[in-house]
């Protein structure tokens, strides 16, 4: 009894790996913890990809979820970042929400993006996107906030990408500004927000 | 202090606020006001470490670019990153009081529990956490002797290890150790210094590993309490995630975690559920499959 | 006489937004403090006790209708009010926040006037502001 030292690790300790096709049939399995382990224990491999963007939109347990995401994230490639910014307009507010985190994460992939998603019928979608652009690590993502800023018919669009661009915000961007608040007069959070922005 | 000696790198307040609100989301360190003649002296080191001349160009290099080297600098100067014994003690007054009874009793009691009880500290540096968790449970908690306990330390960084392994400490790092525990744990090996006893030492089984390599992090298993202080807030993002992926993974349902004081899961993970303890917020494994 | 001033949790991701409900909440008397996720959020109803939660749904690490639902678990297991607030107007995002455990259900902009009286309608009873 008492503090006891382990001497020898125990067998899971010196097994071999599970081998990747192992992983795969796991992300199927019925218990969570094994897809979660699963999900996790793919990182790096790239024909993880498919099968783990197959399943994210699906996954019940937030927990997997979120480790499928943070393994598909690192490859930060074209396929990952247009397999997920379809799920930006799902109904699921936990997964669009975690997508749009995910996708911050990206900033090789996202840029070929946005045109596409800055275009958007759904303001809804255009609103996450200002969300994804707020994180991402890319000197031409205050350039695009710009754009949504001077363009986006859509009051909630603006003020999110106002939002976003507000850690940047210097006396060059009064103009764009005043220019959203000309835009839209009878939004009073969108000139509060405009008025915070520019003190 | 007036407002000549506030100005160090020239920080206007809404530059202030812009970068405290960074960093926040950033480590989720948040500083008070009255920190701010602080921040702003390290801000001030940093960019001039850095080929950067002022606030606004280093700031957006520090945000918009890939930077990791800007932000450990920064993290460096911004955080007290020195490691003493019975270090924010307030946390394993958790464990004794709170923590440890509620992993005996949810593994079915003094009587009945199989296997040992397990605590991880990770990074362990050199060893002074491992250690000092070591001798709290030997001097303060009453079931050491009916249960046991299994302490590990974990560090990516070798050279720390071979020192924690060598246990012999300065003045600075056993300042807050009673002098009846250190009669009776250490000896003295000249130069000032005091070697840990061998006993205690042979029983923290010390391991290196990355806490953000999955497959590494796959050795550590069933761990009812973990401490994982002041580490997650140098990863960048992906890697944090990752990291606190992988200590979930070496959990039992229902363990706890303990970051440091300034930490918060919130800007990391949400796969862990805070729980409010009297000395502060632990964040544990869910117990079922739902969060 | 002093009063306990009403305590209000207004939780989003977006600092304008945080900004804005925070000084129409505070000019109209309501002690207010913030979160800028529904985790923090729900870190900090773990140690305060508030009387009004003013809850965002689309925000990172933790949306607001998990939070909300967490609010109401027995993680936190608090019984005050909560408002949420979504950009979002998809079929079904009532019925969502509802059954997470909200209170009521709104849709931005929502104007000043009636955030305002909306606070005071759901913590009527609670001291002050009456």
Known sequence: MGLVRRNTPPPEETAAPPSADTLLSQLDDPDPELRREAALGLDGSAEAVAPLLDRVAGETEAAVRDAMLTTLAAHDTAQVAEGLAVHLASDDAGLRTAVAETLATMPNSVPALLPRLIDDDDH???????????????????????????????????????????????????????????????????????????? | MTSAATAGAGLSEADFEKFREYFYKRTGIQFAPSKRYFVDKRIDTCIKNSEFDTFTTWFAALRLSARDDLLQELINQLTVNETYFLREDYQFDSMLRTVLPDVVEARGG???IVGPIKILSLPC????????????????????????????GADID????????????????????????????????????????????????????????????????????????????????????????????AMRPGAYLFLGHSESMSRISPIFTPTRLPEGIVYQRPTGANR | MTETPVKVLVVDDAATVRLYHTSLLSEAGFAVEEAANGLEAVEAALTTAFDLFVVDVNMPKMNGYTCVETLRSETVGTPAPVLMISTEDRPGDAERAYAAGANLYMVKPVS???????????????????
């Open chain 2, 158 to 249: 070798s050279s720390v290890l071979d020192r924690a392994r060598h246990a012999s400490y300065g003045e600075r790092s056993l300042q807050r150790v009673p002098k009846k525990w250190r009669d009776k744990y250490f000896s003295p090996v000249g130069g000032g210094r005091y070697q840990l006893d061998e006993g205690i030492r042979g029983a923290v089984t010390l391991h290196q590993v990355n806490v953000t390599d999955t497959l590494a992090m796959r050795a550590f298993r069933d761990f009812d309490v973990i401490f994982c202080r002041n580490v997650l807030i140098y990863f960048d993002e992906l890697s944090s995630r990752r990291a606190a992926e992988n200590l979930y993974g």
């Open chain 2, 110 to 112: 003094a009587n009945r």
């Open chain 1, 124 to 199: 809804d979608v255009r609103v996450m996107t200002a969300m994804v652009l707020a994180d991402l690590p890319h000197p031409e993502a205050m350039t695009w906030l710009a754009v949504m800023i001077r363009e986006d018919p859509h009051p909630n669009v603006v003020t999110a990408a106002i939002d976003a661009l507000l850690p940047s915000i210097g006396p060059e961007h009064h103009e764009l500004l005043r220019g959203a608040v000309e835009r839209f007069p009878d939004d009073p959070f969108l000139r509060f927000t405009v008025e915070a922005a520019v003190k």
């Open chain 2, 125 to 152: 540096s050199t060893g002074e956490e491992p250690y000092s968790i070591a001798l709290r449970l030997l001097e303060e908690w009453d079931l050491i002797d009916r249960l046991d306990v299994e302490i590990h």
């Open chain 3, 112 to 130: 000043a006037e009636r955030l305002v009286r909306v606070a005071r309608m759901l913590t009527a009873g609670r001291g002050i502001p009456a």
